[in-house]
């Protein structure tokens, strides 16, 4: 999963053509470190329909600011630039594929 910075969030994102899972996470955060695997799962079953990537909310205020994020894990989903689901927290690999199957 590729990481991502406040440089390049719009060309990686908001332009790209395909759906893209965007994981708002800190290296600090506990409940961050059980999304992340489920995440890699994710972006290995979705490859080639759903992009994925991470934002480090430490080092990407600007991004994070931008969508309000303010408890983390948050996982958005933005599809033709646009912002079309905000998860926030754990959650099981079911409750995020059922998501993601709208998208692709």
């Known amino acids: 999963m590729e990481k991502i910075n ?25 409940p961050c470190k059980m999304v992340g695997p489920v995440m890699e799962e994710l972006d290995e079953k979705y490859s080639g329909k759903i992009k994925f990537v ?3 909310v430490d080092e990407n205020p600007i991004t994070s600011q931008k969508f ?7 996982i958005m989903v ?3 630039g646009k ?8 959650r099981p690999k079911s ?10």
């Open 78 to 80: 933005f599809k033709n």
């Open 83 to 90: 912002a079309v689901e905000n998860m926030v927290g754990f």
């Open 6 to 30: 406040d440089m390049v969030f719009n060309e990686e994102v908001i332009a790209n053509d395909m759906p893209v899972v965007v994981d708002f996470w800190a290296p600090w955060c506990g």
């Open 68 to 74: 309000r994020i303010s408890s983390i894990p948050t």
């Open 95 to 104: 409750d995020f594929e059922q998501v993601l199957n709208r998208y692709i």
């Open 54 to 56: 991470k934002v480090n």
